[in-house]
């Protein structure tokens, strides 16, 4: 099966480092034009010189930023909503800043990226496909991760909508809930011995994830080889799920 985007424009969120910057890597290779958004200048100068891609510098956890950034990018026909931050603390431990700023970016930033680049799907007739980055994380409770997890279970809430919506305009929308993916966001917190072995049992191929995994999967959603998948949450977990 060869996946080819054949020049079209794909925009990825949080494309710097880890996931977002292996899916940079694996949409340019498969012929997208692509259009890299992340915070962090130095990440965006190093990815452009790696793959040629345009890029956009912008905080999403600002409103007004995330949708300038949107309407910054131009026409694009492939989303991939990826940025997101994890802030580990326990229950009785989460802050409302910690609590408002993970929601921030990991739905808010969704939704309104979404919104600008649904509209020019929509106008120009086109249709489209997005794909949304959740986590196994909106399906089980993991301790010290109270924000996180429940930024994941609305963002696969705020996916079926999209779908339900956006599906009548011929665009696409799934989600990817990857397990543990050795980023150095899921280096740092899963970084402790025992944590990191009492989550490695539960994965029957014990084994996390690499950002290659997840990068593959989101092709695959994007491409015409899954034309007829919407509104799913794809787990991309080694088996979590099936324990």
């Given amino acids: 099966m060869n996946i080819a985007f054949n020049g079209r424009r794909a925009l990825v969120t949080g494309a710097g480092k880890g996931i977002g910057r292996q899916i940079c890597v694996a949409l340019a290779e498969s012929g997208a034009r692509v259009v890299a958004l ?25 409103a007004g930023a995330a949708r300038e950034a949107a309407e910054a990018a131009g ?14 603390q ?7 800043r ?15 990226v979404t919104q600008v680049i649904a509209r020019g799907m929509i106008a120009r007739g086109r249709g489209g496909a997005i794909v ?5 994380a909106s399906s ?44 150095p966001m899921g280096e740092m917190a899963w970084s ?4 990191r072995s009492t989550m490695l049992t539960k994965i029957p191929l014990g084994r996390f994830a690499m950002p290659r995994d997840v990068a593959h999967a989101v092709a695959y959603l994007l491409s015409e080889q899954a034309d007829m998948i919407h509104g799913v949450m794809l787990p991309v977990d080694g088996g979590f799920l099936a324990v």
């Fill in 38 to 62: 992340s915070r962090t200048r130095a990440d965006l100068d190093s990815l452009a010189d790696e793959i040629g891609c345009e890029t956009i510098a912008a905080d999403l956890a600002d």
């Fill in 75 to 88: 026409e694009i026909d492939l989303l991939v909503n990826n940025a997101g931050i994890s802030i580990p």
């Fill in 90 to 96: 326990s229950l009785l431990d989460t802050s409302a």
């Fill in 98 to 112: 910690a609590f408002d700023e993970t929601m921030a970016v990991n739905v808010r930033a969704v939704l309104l």
């Fill in 132 to 136: 949304n980055i959740s986590s196994q």
């Fill in 140 to 183: 089980v409770g993991i301790a010290d991760h109270a924000a996180y997890c429940a930024s994941k279970g609305a963002l696969d809430q705020l996916t079926r909508v999209m779908a339900l919506e956006l599906g009548p305009h011929q665009i696409r929308v799934n989600a990817v809930n990857p397990t543990v993916t050795l980023t």
């Fill in 192 to 195: 402790d011995p025992t944590k």
